[in-house]
């Protein structure tokens, strides 16, 4: 059994936690190819994006809160030791029921403290939506991060506060490291910023817009706004808590001033995570289901769904459960999809599918992937080539075409979406080595285990009787 540590508990494939800081052996990590079509069930631990969310809007309200079967990983993790550096009480509530670990009981502080430093990991949702928090504690706040943190765009977030009245000092950069000087309350109003780097830019101003005086009414000025869903998911997150907040026009959003209430809820899981697993049986053929689907959700769900059935999967969402099947037979020549409104967190594993494509594929509108863990459109184009496929490089688009691939060590970036990618070439390319592949801790931990236990559900050979149902994965 293969795990390794992160900044959080750490679970084997049953669930139970290590105390032992074991880690994978450094080095690349061998891909493990596919020797059929597929046959399993994934059950997949909660959003980070939900978690994050939630984590900071139960920091904000003026009563405890209880996030049932969140995410633990990197960016969560992060995210807890941020809030609780600020004066927030987080509390472990075990869960016998999931396996992914405990619940989390969260009690606002009565007053946020500064004099604190914020470890932001390469967490987006960290370096972009606990700053605004940070500008209502009384005292400084220092954040910094991973050194390829430095890289991502921080300016929406950073000219915004300043614009609101708040000190920071980040010596002109507009990244980290950069320091964030509360006076305990922020006065709020109006405010405009170029959010065409990030929508997190806008969903962190957002989620502590209750807190100050006079709310927010926030006004995007630049190009469009990338991950509008994600803006989407904020909106529902502070109205389910009972906050007034609203998009009364395209680029605008209007939050108000008042209580967040605490509340009890359940995380869904995190369907982008859901994505390689059934990508999966585009690539190898066969059938994953994928159990706790919403029926309706401000994750990027529906997205995936129609992209699974572009690429020729049947897809059906049954009794709380998704159910993907699909032939390699029934792939199209070539894949087209513009991610300019749908976010770039899909985009990376679509294009490893359009590398197995014979076709020409087109993915544009990711121009803003250049700014996530890393740039991600020059990290697909360099280990696509590096596999056989042929890949030209545009500013905001990638045209794939298909070839003989063949074994290679790909490059995960510290991009846990990256070595994901990686991982799909290998389940038909021998010979992939993933040169980071404990990167994924970010988000999945697990990715390892699953990955694993997903193929030992592979359909047997001609000789063997074949499954007759779903083979359970769960952690």
């Given at each position: 059994m293969e795990i390794f540590k992160y900044s959080g508990p750490t679970f084997d494939l049953y669930g139970e936690e290590w105390s032992d800081s074991l880690i994978l052996d450094d080095g690349p990590w061998p891909a493990p190819t596919a020797s059929g079509p597929l046959d399993a069930s994934v059950t997949v631990p909660g959003s980070k994006s939900i978690t994050n969310r939630e984590l900071v809007l139960a920091a904000l309200a003026d009563e405890p809160s209880l996030l049932r079967r969140p995410l633990h990983a990197r960016d969560t993790s992060l995210m807890v030791d941020a809030l609780r550096a600020l004066g927030t009480d987080i509390e472990e509530v075990p869960h016998p029921e999931n396996p992914f670990g405990p619940d989390l009981r969260i009690t606002p502080a009565e007053e946020l403290e500064g004099g604190v430093s914020i470890e932001c990991g390469l967490a987006g949702t960290v370096m972009r939506f606990v700053p605004?928090?940070?500008?209502?504690?009384?005292?400084?706040?220092?954040?910094?991060?991973?050194?390829?943190?430095?890289?991502?765009?921080?300016?929406?977030?950073?000219?915004g506060l300043e614009k609101l009245g708040v000190e920071v000092r980040d010596d002109g950069k507009r990244r980290l490291p950069f320091s964030i000087y509360g006076a305990g309350k922020v006065s709020g109003g109006e405010l405009d910023i170029d959010a065409s780097a990030s929508s997190q830019f806008v969903s962190g101003l957002l989620l502590a817009a209750p807190r100050f005086t006079n709310g927010l009414t926030l006004r995007h000025t630049g190009e469009q706004v990338p991950s509008l869903p994600h803006i989407e998911m904020t909106l529902?997150?502070?109205?389910?808590?009972?906050?007034?907040?609203?998009?009364?026009?395209?680029?605008?959003?209007?939050?108000?001033?008042?209580p967040i209430a605490g509340r009890e809820l359940t995380v869904e899981p995190d369907l982008s995570n859901a994505a390689p697993f059934l990508l999966a049986t585009i690539v190898t053929g066969g059938a994953v289901c994928v159990p706790d689907w919403p029926d309706t959700s401000t994750q990027l769900g529906d997205l995936l769904i129609a992209v699974l059935r572009q690429l020729g999967a049947e897809v059906e969402l049954r009794d709380g459960t998704l159910y993907c099947s699909a032939e390699v037979s029934r792939r199209p020549e070539s894949f087209e999809f513009d991610f300019s409104d749908a976010g770039g967190e899909l985009a990376p594993n679509i294009a490893a599918i359009c590398a197995l494509l014979p076709g020409t594929s087109q993915l544009r509108g990711i121009g803003h992937l250049r700014g996530h863990e890393t740039d991600r459109v020059a990290a697909l184009a360099a280990e696509l080539q590096r596999v056989g496929a042929t890949v030209v490089e545009h500013d905001d688009r990638l045209e794939i075409t298909g070839g003989e691939l063949h074994g290679a060590t790909w490059g995960c970036y510290e991009d846990h979406r990256m070595a994901t990618t990686g991982a799909l070439i290998g389940l038909v390319t021998e010979g992939i080595e993933l040169d980071d592949v404990r990167c994924t801790s970010k988000t999945l931990p697990q990715f390892v285990a699953m990955w694993n236990a997903m193929l030992a559900g592979t359909t047997p050979g001609p000789e063997e009787e074949p499954p007759t149902s779903f083979i359970s994965l769960s952690l």
């Open positions: 605004p928090v940070a500008a209502l504690a009384l005292g400084p706040v220092n954040f910094d991060g991973d050194e390829a943190a430095h890289k991502r765009p921080m300016s929406g977030v950073i000219e529902a997150a502070l109205r389910a808590r009972g906050v007034d907040a609203s998009s009364p026009e395209p680029n605008v959003w209007r939050v108000a001033p008042g």
